[in-house]
Structure formats: structure tokens, C-alpha cells
Nanobody, 125 residues
């Protein structure tokens, strides 16, 4: 049974840091792409960061330089280190897995087949 379980969310003040984790299990194949998406109330879900199993990464402009996506392939675990958090980072954060096109990972949610249940991040000013 495929499962993605996020953890590490919480409430912090602006300028603080959080580290999200996502443990993937039940996959009978090598995962090409893993990604973090987020969705704030009343807004569409957006890609925050994506990573290919060979290490190539991509970030949303709004988080580049503040967030770092990484993975432990042997453990099928995905991380998101979030520094210098802002109130506008407040959202439910989801991890997801998908297939790659060559060495590129999509930033569109339609290209991700499996999703976790989400972990809430709240940043207060």
C-alpha cells in the first residue's frame, strides 16, 4: 500500500524555521520525482519545490533562497528545510510523488499521482 506521511509542521513566528519530512512507503519502483506543494485557505495549491531522484531541484520564486528541498533516496524520505519564514508561507503543506520527463520534474499537481495528508504550517507576524 502506497503511503506518504508528512510531519514537522507547526506554528512559528516570522523569521523562524521549520523542517518538514515526508516518509514514502509501499512503492514497488524507484520514485523519479518528489515534491512539496502548499495550499493556503482560498488559494490554489502551488508547487513549492521539486526534486529529481538524481538531485536536480526547482523552487517557486517566492521561496527560493529560503527553502531547501532534499531527500534520502535509500530511505525514500523527503525533506523541506524552511528558513526565514514569512506569514505568507502559512498553508497546508503536502508531499507528492510523480514521474519525470527525462531529468525534469513537473511543477504541476496533475503530474503527481500520490499525495500525503498534509501538515499545517502557520507563521505569525
Amino acid at each position: 500500500q502506497v503511503q506518504l506521511v508528512e510531519s514537522g509542521g507547526g506554528s512559528v513566528q516570522a523569521g523562524g524555521s521549520l523542517r518538514l519530512s515526508c516518509a514514502a512507503s509501499g512503492f514497488g519502483y524507484i520514485i523519479d520525482c518528489m515534491a512539496w506543494f502548499r495550499q493556503a485557505p482560498g488559494k490554489e495549491r502551488e508547487a513549492v519545490a521539486v526534486i529529481h531522484r538524481r538531485g536536480a531541484t526547482s523552487y517557486a520564486d517566492s521561496v527560493r533562497g529560503r527553502f531547501t528541498i532534499s531527500q534520502e533516496n535509500a530511505k525514500n524520505t523527503l525533506y523541506l528545510q524552511m528558513n526565514s519564514l514569512k506569514p505568507e508561507d502559512t498553508a497546508m503543506y503536502y508531499c507528492a510523488t510523480g514521474a519525470a520527463v527525462g531529468l525534469r520534474c513537473s511543477t504541476s499537481q496533475v503530474d503527481y499521482a500520490y499525495w500525503g495528508q498534509g501538515t499545517q504550517v502557520t507563521v505569525s507576524s
